[in-house]
């Protein structure tokens, strides 16, 4: 396995570059080039069995790309690499415990096994998480909540620069999820840590995330920040006429518009500088009618599902 050592754009603290995996010869992860920013969220987003894991194994050197780049901290990631795993903090797949330990118990052997030797913080890293009065509490005891955020004070209790959380929400309810989501707020506002995290539960991403990556089948369809994504599609307006063909020629050429065709009645536009009411004046002067005209909005959701299904709904 061959890795380039060049570095990477500045700014970013993760990269990968054309990251490849084949398993049995069939490329489960292909060429995927992802590049995240330091301090922010970064919501990793695909169905069930798109790559996510695989991808963030290959981060953690859990598993071996057949070719690509990866740069971590503008360090290149051989084979052999191991000594920048202190500055990441992980939960990949379902947490393991020692079940009859405290979860204080449980962060001191975590500590001693990664050769961790200041544990004077663990009980404020429980209290971080929300654990401080369940500090002597034995984990058999612990509710699915309570151990994906003892998972997530196993992940920080080294002071880690990056987080790397695979489905962290998933199975909990919406309470757990709620704490989740504002924990991982707080760990990035107040402690500075980049964090990437997977889902395939849209409505969560869309509410922490800075950055969105959009993987299917092992491909990244997209990565694209909310900021671009809110902007790009708050003003789509959305117009049935008498003739898409016609309208859609007018509208580029005197409004400078972007026109996309949905069907034989339907139009949707993006990029306008002037009311929706005067383009409707105007198409009506050239012989158009226009039956509705409506400002709609495309939720992460909607957008993810069309992406995944092929196509952009307003693009």
């Known amino acids: 396995m061959k890795y380039k050592q060049e570095v990477l754009s500045v700014g970013y603290i993760i990269q990968t570059q054309q990251l490849t995996k084949h398993f049995k010869h069939a490329p489960i992860i292909n060429h995927v080039s992802m590049n995240i920013k330091e301090g922010e969220i970064y919501g990793f987003l695909g169905p069930n069995g798109a790559g996510k894991t695989t991808i963030m194994k290959m981060l953690l050197n859990l598993v071996k790309p ?13 084979a052999t690499s191991y000594k920048y795993l202190k500055d990441i903090g992980s939960l990949i797949e379902y947490p393991i415990f020692y079940e009859e330990l405290t979860s204080y118990e449980n962060l001191q052997i975590h500590c001693a096994y990664i050769g961790y030797e200041d544990q004077s913080h663990l009980k404020e890293v429980l209290k971080i998480v929300g654990l401080q009065a369940a500090e002597k509490k034995k984990v058999k005891e612990f509710s699915l909540g309570m151990r994906q955020r ?23 309810d919406p309470i757990g999820i709620k704490e989740v989501r504002e924990l991982l707020v707080m760990l990035k506002q107040q402690y500075g840590m980049t964090i990437l995290i997977s889902s395939h539960i849209v409505s969560e991403i869309e509410s922490i995330a800075d950055t969105i990556g959009i993987l299917n089948n092992g491909e990244l ?5 909310m900021h671009s994504l809110r902007e790009k599609h708050s003003s789509t307006v959305e117009m049935v006429v008498s003739d898409t063909a016609k309208a859609k020629k007018l509208l580029e050429e005197e409004f400078n518009a972007e026109v996309q065709v949905i069907n034989a009645a ?19 002067l050239h012989g158009v009618d226009v039956e509705k005209v409506e ?5 992460l959701e909607e957008y993810f599902v069309n992406r995944i299904n092929g196509g952009r709904l307003h693009d």
């Open 66 to 78: 057949n070719s690509g780049v990866i740069h971590i901290q503008n360090e290149p990631i051989t």
């Open 150 to 172: 003892l998972a997530i004070a196993r992940a920080i209790v080294s002071k880690p620069r990056i987080l790397i959380l695979d489905e962290p929400i998933n199975g909990l």
């Open 221 to 225: 369809l997209e990565e694209i920040s």
């Open 266 to 284: 339907v139009l949707h536009i993006q990029k306008l500088n002037e009311k929706p009411s005067i383009l409707t004046k105007r198409l009506v």
């Open 295 to 299: 400002t709609i909005h495309q939720s």
